[in-house]
């Protein structure tokens, strides 16, 4: 089979490494997750090898880990998403710019106007990870004593959604005439007050800012569970997903974009990128020397704490050498749960076993020569295991570096990256059009 | 009387200019509230002025405005304050850089992590303009069919205060050792669970972000009620205010400084600094007729929703050439209605009258030549109306520059007003301390 289709890439940047041994790899920089100038260098970097997106994960609590992981974290401090994404706008020209945003523990009309704002401020670069917040401490910051249970945290979700894009669809796009003869500044005939009243939000409008400039922020998702994936479905731009490897990639992605069948939405309107992580060398033995050394930087605190978190259940108290008995059910994400179960069962790992694989880095790895790591990119976009990746480095600079000037030129040689960006907004970047207004029809001639 | 004291100022920059005429006026921007570069040029113009502060004010909602006014107004699309605000810091190096949040529709954890991080990304030139929000149609966005009440405003927004300070003491500042070799990254003694349970707010902390480089950013007051005016002499560093004139700005001052002795502090840890509208011009005669002019681009129907928005209530139906009647008391700024009945009686002002001072510009201005506008303010500031100015212009960018170009060299000249920065923090450029963190005693070397 043979695909026109083409790679997008995302750089999975907050953390700049999930890997818990990055910060001590030799020529890294131990601050790299909390420093603007490393931050912006990068995102400069990222953009010199035309990446699509600079994409920051967040969480909006210091993880409740045992005193033994948390003096080990290099990411317990970080910067606040719309803070940073907004400041490295200003350094950067065309790269899209993907904040998380919690559906659970913020308000709709503070979410759209702060998307709306830093897709205007960047000209058009904003995108919206849409999440409901799995992880339960935060419910503790924000004035709940038992986390939002995950099917109400999904429906509260999806009312988020319709209010978010509601507001962002207050102004037509040619509301704002600026007239100075006449003094007048906005048409009024083309504001629409949403006046929104559902289950979980009621929200009068209009938002107080011009229609983004794409229209609407892409709207990215990451969620693995059945309702994640509906949502996604129904909703989103691009999909974040973990995803082991390439055949359960395959499931994923027939799963999803079948899902937008049944929806009648054209599949290409979502894009799916896995996690990988990339380790480059100039050979195949290099990198694995460099992904082993690595490891050799991660603790076990730091694992045993990891596999608590992956789990939703306290597991440091556990026979470390004994397999994994039968963990209750909690409210931790489910995805990330099964898929730590299924390797347990499936592989007859101890927990010592679990924690190293969890402590450093578990997921998709692609390590090798730059032509390698092509050949394993190129082979999920033909095969339909995705539509590029959200590319996760295993240290900061050097990862970066080492990815843009040598595995990018790789990938443009087969034609399967963009050599220079086509559009100037991050929906161009990923071939998406711009949503027309539901609420006015589309502007003559004028933005 | 003598003194050594300086002049602080800010830059009133949200909207760009109060005066509801000035994007028609001659030369001006007619989108210079809401395009980013002409922003981050206003912005590096008052750097180079040597300005403290650039400080946006915001609503939460689109007011409520009559159809007719709706149509004229020049503010009704603004940029987010935390994204605006941290695009600037990457183009701006020295500028305190003043945000609004609101402390009753939003959360304490994120307005602590927000400003913390705008704290980190600038270096220090953070500012926090604490608000209770005193516009009834942000509660409609929010879920709340009517505002919450003036005194539960203010006694949650003490609380709130606690909480972000609270939070922004969660890590000694010397808690991130970042140690390579032991692959310790952070001290663990050094973290502080707040553990807050209030009337209002139930927060466990800790913040997920170090402590600011500033300690806690710059907190800024602008409430002038009895409420307000105590709650900014317990907590405040700096109070925005509206005065009419001199002898109102020294009642204001002496009360507000009077409170602070009550309470121990000294006086020179709050700066109090007067909204100021500036017209200069080459002669006296130059700036007054600037200043005409810019009022002949304000429509009546401008004037008469800002009234009704100044007073609370709806005049639109009134006689616009009888007199003001009672007014029932309401929800609104107390400051604000009580500002307006006062003139009307005072003076004996019609409802049209009325409209025409509030819809251009009505409160303290400064029209005249540098010298003048110079001697001014060093009378407020030697018989102690004020700690300096928060300064308005009357258009855009040409108020900018004149005020840059031509008041500060007279200031500075004078000795009334720093020609370099001396420190690089906002804080440093007021004068005051860095705060000690509450939970831990002063690090010794390391920051």
Same mark, same amino acid.
């Given at each position: 089979m043979t695909s026109t289709r083409r790679l997008h890439l995302g750089a999975f940047m %907050?953390?700049?490494? +999930? #890997? &818990?041994g990055s910060w001590r790899y030799p020529g890294a920089y131990p601050d790299a997750n909390f420093n603007f100038a490393h931050l912006a260098r990068f995102a400069q970097t990222l953009e010199r090898g035309r990446f699509d997106a600079f994409f920051m994960a967040d969480h909006l609590a210091v993880l409740n880990m045992p005193v033994n992981a948390l003096k080990r974290s290099h990411t317990v401090t970080s910067f606040e998403p719309f803070t940073l994404l907004s400041a490295l706008s200003a350094v950067t020209g065309r790269i899209g710019l993907v904040g998380t945003a919690s559906t659970t523990f913020d308000e709709p009309y503070h979410v759209a106007r702060r998307f709306a704002s830093l897709d205007h401020i960047s000209g058009g670069r904003a995108g919206w990870n849409l999440v409901t917040t799995a992880n339960p401490d935060s419910a503790l910051n924000f004035g709940l004593d038992e986390h939002v249970e995950h099917g109400e945290r999904y429906r509260r979700a999806r009312e988020f959604y319709d209010v978010v894009t509601g507001l962002w669809d !207050?102004?037509? @796009? @040619? $509301? =704002? *005439? /600026?007239d100075v003869e006449s003094g007048? =500044? *906005? @048409?009024?005939?083309?504001? #629409?007050? +949403?006046d929104h009243k559902g289950e979980h939000f009621r929200v009068r409008g209009p +938002?107080?800012? $011009? /229609?983004?400039v794409q229209g609407w922020p892409v709207v990215v998702q990451a969620g693995s569970s059945e309702a994640g994936r509906q949502v996604a479905a129904e909703t989103a731009d691009a999909v974040f997903t973990a995803q082991p490897n390439l055949e359960a990639g395959k499931r994923f992605y027939a799963d999803v974009k079948g899902r937008l069948d049944k929806l009648g939405r054209p599949r290409e309107h979502l894009k799916i990128l896995p996690g990988a992580f990339v380790v480059v060398g100039d050979s195949l033995e290099e990198a694995r020397e460099k992904r082993a050394l690595l490891d050799t930087f991660v603790h076990y605190d730091s694992g045993i704490a990891s596999l608590s978190i992956a789990l939703g259940h306290d597991v440091s108290g556990f026979d470390p050498d004994g397999l994994l008995p039968d963990i209750p059910e909690s409210n931790a994400s489910k995805s990330s749960r099964e898929r730590v179960v299924n390797w347990a069962r499936a592989e007859q790992l101890t927990i010592r076993q679990l924690a190293q694989r969890l402590g450093g880095y578990s997921g998709l790895e692609m390590v090798g020569t730059p032509a390698m790591i092509a050949d394993q990119m190129e082979q999920w976009l033909v095969e339909e295991g995705s539509d590029g990746f959200n590319v996760m480095f295993p240290y900061l600079p050097a990862g970066v570096d080492e990815f843009v000037d040598k595995v990018v030129p790789e990938l443009q040689r087969r034609g399967i =990256? %963009? /050599?220079?960006?086509?559009? !100037? &907004?991050f929906r161009e970047h990923l071939g998406l059009a711009r949503p027309e207004n539901r609420f006015f029809a589309a502007a003559q001639g004028r933005r």
């Open positions: %907050r953390p700049v490494s +999930l #890997h &818990t !207050s102004w037509s @796009d @040619d $509301a =704002f *005439v /600026r007048i =500044f *906005v @048409d009024p005939e083309k504001v #629409h007050v +949403l +938002l107080n800012i $011009a /229609r983004p =990256f %963009r /050599r220079e960006y086509e559009g !100037s &907004t």
